[in-house]
């Protein structure tokens, strides 16, 4: 019996389809806008009928995809305070979701938070409640932190890489805005950011900026703990 023979006659269970699922729009350009269920099944070595015994169409199939790579997420360490497990599982969801460059804008296209999805978030506020915050302050850390519980990076710009500006219209933006020059020109850490591929914004360090921002929310969700906050009186935020 050759190998593709036996690969064929693997049981095909719902892991293995999504696995197969995920291990295609890793190594596709076109990631998730490039996988069907006639590629997948070619994949697979069936039939495509044969994945609709597992998942109904390719929503349920992204839905499945999302759940996978969102349980990669670890855990914190045992016995870590609230601030530093929350940003240890925050960056193990950065690390998860990098893997998968796709995964991002799939679990945003989704018409509802994925089982996985939910899992995360209810540990994350788990965590903020287990470290003595009151659900009010919970309720609004987790606004506050927004995309950033599953990785994502919040910038205010596009950060795509384009072609260097003419030196003359960059003199005369320079001239015209000159707060942003002299913020952009305090990259120090630019060059490090070059090298290692995680430029944004024509030369700011992805990972650096990622982790200052999550610090700083940390922080003052920290400050508003420990002196008792309560939103009490403010309306309600998510009517």
């Known amino acids: 019996m050759s190998e593709s023979e036996g690969v064929r006659r693997t049981p ?6 999504l696995a197969a699922a995920v291990a295609f729009a890793d190594r596709e350009a076109g990631g998730t806008d490039a996988l069907s ?9 069936v039939v495509p009928m044969a994945l609709y015994k597992h998942v109904a169409n390719k929503e349920e199939l992204l839905a499945g995809m999302v759940d996978a790579v969102v349980g990669g997420i670890d855990p914190p360490a045992a016995g870590a305070d609230w601030k530093t497990a929350v940003r240890e599982r925050v960056l193990s969801a950065r690390r998860a979701l990098r893997r998968h460059p796709w995964a991002p804008r799939v679990i945003e296209s989704l018409p509802a938070p994925t089982p996985a999805v939910l899992g995360h978030l209810d540990a994350v506020i788990g965590l903020l409640r287990a470290g003595g915050l009151s659900a009010d302050l919970a309720h609004h850390a987790m606004h506050a932190l927004g995309g950033r519980l599953l990785g994502f990076t919040q910038e205010l710009f596009d950060a795509s890489p384009g072609a260097a500006p003419d030196p003359r219209v960059a003199a005369q933006l320079a001239a015209r805005y000159p707060h942003i020059a002299e913020v952009a020109a305090t990259a120090a850490h630019a060059e490090r950011a070059a090298e290692d591929g995680t430029a944004v914004g024509g030369g700011c360090d992805d990972q ?4 200052f921002a999550l610090d700083v929310l940390l ?3 920290e400050r508003l703990h420990l ?4 939103s009490a009186g403010g309306g309600s935020c998510c009517g």
């Open 227 to 230: 002196a008792g906050w309560t």
């Open 12 to 17: 095909l269970n719902r892991e293995r389809v």
């Open 37 to 45: 269920m006639r590629k997948l099944a070619q994949d697979l070595g």
């Open 208 to 211: 650096f900026e990622f982790e």
């Open 219 to 221: 922080d003052g969700i």
